[in-house]
């Protein structure tokens, strides 16, 4: 069982940068890929980042450039560097995880069975 925990979220003004963590417990370990989905209200889930577990990346056309993901795996932690935000970037944010030892890397969030509760991200302009 993995557990996920999403801290970080808040109010941020445009421009100013954010960063948010995803705390793995349980039989987390290095082999799996982790991902972060974002959800506005009445939207559909969209993929924002991923990082495999042999460490590539991955990123949303609408956040390539500006978000960074990244991971300490001596704290189990997935982290999500957001610079350059803007107002279209309020939603949840939800940390993901699948695995182990993944051949490919997926950006469907049906392809996740694992899910953090998701924190609330807001960008005021």
């Known amino acids: 069982q993995v557990q996920l925990v999403e801290s970080g979220g808040g109010l941020v003004r445009a421009g100013e940068s954010m960063r948010l963590a995803c705390a793995a417990s349980?039989?987390?370990?290095?082999?799996?890929?982790m991902a972060w989905f974002r959800q506005a209200p009445g939207k559909e889930r969209d993929f924002v980042a991923a990082l495999s577990w042999t460490g590539g990346t991955y990123y949303g056309d609408s956040v390539k450039g500006r978000f960074h993901i990244s991971k300490d795996n001596a704290k189990k932690t997935v982290l999500l560097q957001m610079n350059e935000r803007k107002p279209e970037d309020t939603a949840i944010y939800y940390c993901a995880a699948r695995g182990p030892y993944l051949a490919e890397t997926s950006t469907f969030d049906d392809a996740y069975n694992y899910w953090g509760q998701g924190t609330q991200v807001t960008v005021s302009s």
């Open positions: 349980g039989s987390a370990s290095r082999s799996y890929d």
